[in-house]
């Protein structure tokens, strides 16, 4: 990549990588989530659903303060998983767990969305064909929501890439270890002579969002056609 | 096998209280919609837990709530075959067929081959549900369940989804199951005619309790157990294909009676069961003559019922089998009609709709 400079090119796999693990991680806890959400009823639902959807309304500085309480090597969580060697502040993990609450309401509404839309009458179906629940969630439930799922982890993907006032608080912004593309290009901003890399990190920023758009685009639309079974 | 069902349930202001047993062939739930049939069936499938009661199959218990048990609806072995299929629309036909089988393991004993045969479904085995038919849908899932390795199955309404044609198309996969699979069945219908062609055991549900059971013939055949004020009243008549005659009629032999119908599909020598409905049949007194009718069963008058309506429901004993006659009051007593007295039954051949035959 010799039209973007190593400082850049850092940013960005950086972004990458941060992006993937918070997308990646984020996942199985959002289809739980989700699930919950959208079929069960237990007392404090509305609670988990407020938390849920808190850094959606919150600003994104607030959230990124309220993990650096958290998650901070003073805090509660922080000084506890230090204590096994885990370090979130001021790391890459960091930054991805900032990018990864910040997109968990997208995922979660997409998901939930789509669990909503499936029959239960199909899962009682295969729960008489002798499928437990686990085994139901697997073989029905799972695939008919995939789509939303699909469309879950690229919306957060692509919310990830584009974090910054969460991260910044959080994690700060260290080249090569916090720096992702979003706060590259604030920090290039900052400095005269700056615009140049600001404006190809920029380019790469809407490529990247357009690409993933398009993408689960397609991959909705194959996985809906497959469901539908025409 | 056999079923016993002892459960009582409060659903909103619809008190539900149901006992009966199901001998092996089919039974059947019958009674309108919102007398509880659906319920019972779920209940049993495991899909409703009843405020009280018992669910046992052949001895097994499902449910107790004497002793607190409760199989959950995967361990319970039942074959559901749902009113609007339920086939999951991700999965091939071959896949929907295999599903219960793996879960089952050891204990589906019917082959997937002899299964594909018998429902007609070969053709479709790479297709997705998404494309088929209601009635191949129906067929898909009668096989889905049949797979399973169920030690009963249940069928809630499978026919009510189709237009009549395919109801005619999917009732002798039915009548075969009844024959050819020992599994017993417990079917759900609103539907006189469903009945008839299927029945061993009928209960009959209404307001969500059970107001008659017994065998098919003798529930049918009892004015005060069907609706007179609905067209679906009828009885069920057993009798044997004697000849197919060259005009397109076939000759039934019933009791040493002769009965004409439109042709039937089976061969002669096969017994069959004719359904009656009662507002095809007309009473005489004396025997008539130079009638276009070819069915006349000289018959006694034995039970009547009075509905709401202007009409009574008659029951004739004739030699033939106990036949039903829906007519109204004032012919009632124009005619003199009441138990002991001496009448014909007047049958249009035309009146009796291939429908209404079915295999024994």
Known sequence: ?230 | MTLSVDIGHQLGSFRLDVAFEAPPGVTVLFGRSGSGKTSVVNAVAGLLRPDRGRVAVDGEVLFDTGSGRWLPPHRRRLGYIFQEGRLFPHMTVKQNLSYGRWFAGDGATESMDHVVEMLGIGHLLARRPGGLSGGEKQRVAIGRALLAGPRLLLADEPLAALDEGRKGEILPYFERLRDEVSVPILYVSHSAAEVARLATTVVVLQDGQVVRQGPAGEVLSDPEVMPTGVRGAGALLVARVARHHEDGLTELEAGGVSLFLPRVAQEAGREVRVRVAAHDVILAREKPEGLSALNLLPGVVSAIRAGEGPGMLVSLDTPAGTVLARVTRRSAQALGIEPGAACHAVIKTVAIAPEDVGGL
């Open chain 1, 1 to 230: 990549m010799g039209w973007l400079g190593p400082e850049e090119w850092q940013a960005v796999a950086l972004s990458l990588k941060v992006s993937f693990w918070a997308t990646l991680v984020g996942l199985p806890i959002g289809i739980f989530t989700a699930y919950a959400l959208a079929r069960w009823r237990f007392p404090g639902k509305q609670v988990v659903n407020g938390l849920v959807h808190l850094p959606l309304i919150l600003p994104p500085v607030v959230t990124g303060y309220l993990l650096l309480l958290t998650f901070g090597t003073t805090g509660p969580v922080g000084g506890f998983l230090e204590s096994f060697g885990i370090v979130l502040a001021f790391r890459w993990t960091g930054a991805a767990l900032a990018a990864g609450v910040m997109a968990f309401p997208l995922m979660v509404r997409a998901i939930r969305l789509s669990i909503e839309a499936v029959d239960p009458k199909l899962e009682e179906a295969a729960a008489t064909l002798g499928a437990s629940r686990a085994w139901v969630f697997v073989t029905v439930t799972l695939p008919l929501i995939l789509p939303g799922v699909l469309a879950g982890a690229i919306l957060a993907f692509a919310k990830a890439m584009g974090e910054f006032g969460a991260t910044i608080t959080f994690v700060s912004n260290i080249p090569g270890q916090t720096q992702t593309l979003p706060s590259a290009v604030y920090a290039f901003l900052q400095v005269p002579g700056g615009e140049g890399p600001a404006m190809r990190l920029v380019i790469v920023s809407v490529v990247i969002a357009m690409g993933a758009l398009l993408l689960s685009e397609v991959v909705a639309r194959r996985a809906a056609a497959r469901v539908a079974g025409g």
